[in-house]
């Protein structure tokens, strides 16, 4: 099987809601905590919602050109021994420059995003998968995360 080695460590409430503020007030939330660092994982990954609330920088991305991307891609920006992987299907998260981040962002998006938020990812130095034609492929995003570090970088300029 071609794809990395995946760990689910997850916190959520009964009914399902992402709300950091209330998971925080959890009875055992520290051995959450204490559990992840035990684990040692050089890559993590949020979804949109965590990103907003605890990462991204404050505002949505609005495009003035909303053609899509409409086929598989990634730019590969940084050599890292890990990455903070954030899932924005629609890619809507604005980012801070990257340049010089220990554990680099990586954008995944869904082939519906815009060029126009691509090209803002590679200005901000942060790397970005594509793939799904509708909605994220989850598969084969852990199938090119998993073969990545022998394919050459790759941007929106090479277009």
């Known amino acids: 099987m071609n794809k990395p080695y995946i760990i689910c460590h997850m916190m959520t409430s009964v009914d399902s809601r992402i709300d950091c503020a209330m998971t925080s007030q959890l ?52 050599e890292a021994k ?26 995944i998006t869904s082939e519906q995003v815009t060029k126009e938020y691509l090209q803002y990812l590679d200005r901000q130095n942060i790397s970005w998968i594509a793939c799904g034609k509708e909605k994220i492929d989850l598969v084969r995003v852990a199938e090119i995360l998993k073969v990545e570090k022998k394919c050459h970088r790759y941007s929106m300029e090479d277009q």
């Open 27 to 78: 009875k055992g939330v520290e051995d959450y905590y204490t559990t992840l660092d035990e684990l040692n994982i050089p890559t993590t990954v949020s979804g949109r919602v965590t990103a907003e609330l605890e990462m991204a920088e404050p505002g949505v991305f609005e495009s003035k050109d909303t053609t899509p991307y409409s086929q598989e891609g990634f730019s590969k920006k940084t």
């Open 82 to 107: 890990g990455y903070e992987v954030i899932v924005d299907t629609k890619g809507k998260l604005l980012w801070p420059d990257a340049k010089d981040m220990e554990k680099p962002y990586l954008i």
